[in-house]
């Protein structure tokens, strides 16, 4: 490292061992960003926007059948009780849970557990399956806080009231018999 002096005298002082002016003698290390292509539009600039980011889609988890029997075969999950999200997460069958866990088809052919689950969506395939083995499906909607609570419990001192849903789709979903929303049960 160059040990910078004050003044001409001091033998690296005014230039400072840097030269005259260029782009090497200006304040940083001289060397630009990875993604300077030397004032010339970069790509990024070049290359037209494309889509859109959907601010009311909602990302969920997706769970297959054939993945959740093959968690239950191995004892990573106990089918003599009910299934919840919280436990799909704990067992590591799926590794986050942005807006809720759907439940998908893939192997419903060999399904034959009869379990009991809880989630945020399902298909109408996994449905069948699961009730012609002999379980239950029931969906839930969760809010950020309600999900919060079913994930982290002991983070809170009293657990929320879990929230109904607000959105008309939300409530058209899960007050349908087809999709064994909670609501319908209600009724």
């Not at 889609?57 to 968690?71: A, F, I, P, T």
Request: hydrophobic share 30%.
């Amino acid at each position: 490292r160059t040990r910078v002096g004050r003044g001409p005298g001091s033998g690296k002082g005014k230039t400072a061992g840097r030269g005259h002016k260029g782009q090497k003698a200006r304040a940083g290390n001289g060397r630009p960003t990875p993604w300077f292509e030397g004032g010339q539009t970069p790509l990024v600039r070049r290359m037209p926007k494309r889509g859109f980011y959907n601010i009311h889609g909602k990302e969920y988890q997706e769970v297959n059948l054939d993945k959740l029997q093959h968690w239950i075969e191995t004892g990573r999950i106990d089918p003599s009780q009910p299934i919840t999200m919280k436990h799909l997460l704990d067992s590591r069958c799926i590794h986050k849970i942005e807006d809720g866990v759907k439940l998908l088809g893939v192997g419903a052919e060999n399904f034959n557990v009869p379990i009991q689950i809880e989630v945020s969506r399902a298909s109408q395939k996994a449905i069948e399956a699961i009730e012609k083995a002999g379980g239950k499906v029931v969906t839930r909607y969760y809010n950020e806080l309600g999900l919060r609570s079913l994930i982290h419990p002991e983070k809170f001192a009293q657990l929320p009231k879990l929230a109904a849903p607000l959105r008309k789709e939300d409530i058209k979903y899960y007050s349908d018999p087809k999709n064994r929303g909670y609501l319908a049960q209600e009724l």
